[in-house]
């Protein structure tokens, strides 16, 4: 079974960095398109970043410039790194693997910043 593990969330002051990693298993992960989503509470889940397998990247407006989505496929790993943070960043992040039509998810890292 896929297994999406991410990790490198905490509690940051604005202005602080994070990077957030996603392990997957999945042996196919060099074709996968993977996305980083945000679910604050009480709010829909948002896309934030996404990276395809031929290496294409787009953001949402609200981190553009300020995040940066990168992918190891020799680790099968991909990457958020977060400059800038804001308060209104705060929210669980999820790790998003699409294969054709399948989609996986992780369970998700909290990122909190606050002073």
């Known amino acids: 079974q896929v297994q999406l593990v991410e990790s490198g969330g905490g509690l940051v002051q604005p202005g602080g960095s994070l990077r957030l990693s996603c392990a997957a298993s999945?042996?196919?992960?060099?074709?996968?398109?993977m996305a980083w989503y945000r679910q604050a509470p009480g709010k829909q889940r948002e896309f934030v970043a996404i990276?395809?397998?031929?290496?294409?990247?787009n953001y949402a407006d609200s981190v553009k410039g300020r995040f940066t989505i990168s992918r190891d496929n020799a680790k099968n790993t991909v990457y958020l790194q977060m400059n800038s943070l804001k308060p209104e960043d705060t929210a669980a992040y999820y790790c998003?693997?699409?294969?054709?039509?399948?989609?996986?998810w992780g369970q998700g890292t909290q990122v909190t910043v606050s002073s």
């Open positions: 998003r693997m699409r294969i054709g039509f399948r989609v996986y």
């Open positions: 999945e042996s196919i992960f060099s074709r996968s398109d």
């Open positions: 990276i395809t397998s031929d290496g294409t990247t």
